[in-house]
């Protein structure tokens, strides 16, 4: 019984960002998997970009992530750091690509004044109590982070 659980577990990356009294915490595992089995724990899944003023957290397919990665940082030069302009157009150009939009990634970004969560389908999502979390653990994450807070 319990070697049927543990093959039906879920083992994948979850990022949490949580903003409080204005100040932000980004925070993820940095595993990665093929398949069923973990090939690496150390993975850099959390990033500064944009003069270190913009915070990303990123799950799902590594190269579609990368890439979502990539287009976020293109968008923020574009717009000077302007982090709501730049998911705007980003998730715009996003749903426009028919390859694109059929990504599997997600991410999470973050500045001073806005939180985004950016899906490699094109949606762009705001949080209403400031709190993200995406990955196979993020219902559990979201849901102890509202319990604390």
């Known amino acids: 019984m319990i070697d049927l659980l543990e093959r039906k577990r879920m083992r994948s990356t979850t990022i949490l960002a949580v903003r409080r009294n204005g100040h932000i915490a980004i925070g993820g595992d940095g595993q990665v998997t093929l398949g069923d089995t973990a090939i690496k724990h150390s993975a850099r899944k959390i990033r500064k970009i944009y003069q270190d003023r913009v915070l990303i957290g990123f799950a799902g397919s590594t190269s579609d992530a990368l890439t979502l990665y990539e287009n976020l940082e293109k968008k923020l030069e574009q717009y000077r750091g302007n982090l709501q302009k730049a998911a705007v157009e980003l998730a715009r150009d996003w749903r426009s690509d028919r390859i694109l939009r059929r990504a599997e990634a997600l991410m999470i970004a973050v500045d001073a004044k806005d939180s985004y ?4 389908n094109g949606d762009l999502i705001i949080p209403d109590d400031d709190i993200l979390a995406i990955g196979s653990g ?9 319990a604390l807070l």
Do not use: K
């Open 117 to 120: 969560l950016i899906s490699g």
């Open 138 to 146: 993020s219902s559990i994450a979201l849901a102890a982070s509202r």
